[in-house]
């Protein structure tokens, strides 16, 4: 069993939706990762977070410490909102490494 | 802005060939890693460095080495690459100090090993 379990591995919704990606875990952490990854590779931390709720424009990521879950919602979803997200979890200071879930490729269509 | 380079976007290797894969961070940042990136696997830490001519093994590291002589520069090297180190290499790299420890990535290098 992974130490970081995506939910859906593959998500298409039509523009508009409102999207939810989940994120389970594990381990013991002090701070979790959300990160976008459009076509051609170039990766983009999004939000960290070690508890309670973030907001960036129509992004919002939340985490249950206690639960050990984390959800990341798009709201008024658009075409270039498709990428595959990506969820990893890791301490808040030192050398920080990260163990990743293994993404949820997220597609708006028109 | 931070920004991380990676030498190459695309690679062609034969079996056999020693590789480098160069990755340079503009940002001062005391950590860095490289990843491979395959279908269905999800990232993978390979090596890490938390300073100069430090290092210390991922989940991943047989086959490869890693090379970090100035704080900017972190290397990796395929002494013999084979056919399955084709994959997506990502660098990333974070600072130590504070609470602001993201990784910020490279545009990665495909490795195709033929």
């Known amino acids: 069993k992974n130490e970081v379990e995506q939910s859906p591995q593959n998500l298409t919704a039509q523009e508009g939706e409102f999207i939810t990606i989940n994120c389970s875990y594990s381990?013991?952490?002090?701070?979790l990762h959300w990160l976008q990854q459009h076509p051609g590779g170039g990766i983009v931390s999004l939000f960290m977070?070690?508890?309670g709720k973030k907001k960036h424009g129509r992004l919002i990521a939340t985490i249950n410490i206690q639960e050990k879950h984390s959800s990341l919602h798009i709201t008024a979803s658009h075409p270039r909102d498709s990428a595959v997200y990506i969820c990893?979890?890791?301490?808040?200071?030192?050398?920080?490494?990260?163990?990743f879930g293994q993404g949820t490729r997220l597609t708006i269509n028109p | 802005d931070v920004k991380v380079t990676q030498s190459s976007r695309y690679l062609v290797k034969r079996t056999g060939e020693k590789v480098f894969l160069e990755c340079v961070q503009d940002?001062?940042?005391?950590?860095m890693f490289w990843y491979r990136q395959d279908p269905g696997l999800g990232l993978r830490l390979i090596y890490f460095?938390?300073?100069?001519?430090?290092?210390e093994k991922g989940d991943i590291p047989e086959g490869y080495s890693v090379s970090r002589e100035k704080k900017e520069r972190f290397s990796l090297i395929l002494e013999s690459a084979s056919t399955n180190q084709t994959s997506m290499y990502l660098c990333?790299?974070?600072?130590?100090?504070?609470?602001?420890?993201?990784?910020?990535f490279g545009a990665g290098t495909r490795l195709s090993v033929l």
């Open positions: 990333a790299s974070s600072r130590t100090s504070g609470r602001n420890n993201i990784q910020y």
């Open positions: 381990v013991g952490i002090s701070a």
């Open positions: 977070l070690s508890s």
């Open positions: 990893a979890v890791g301490p808040i200071q030192g050398a920080q490494k990260l163990v």
């Open positions: 940002m001062d940042h005391e950590n």
């Open positions: 460095s938390y300073d100069v001519k430090m290092k």
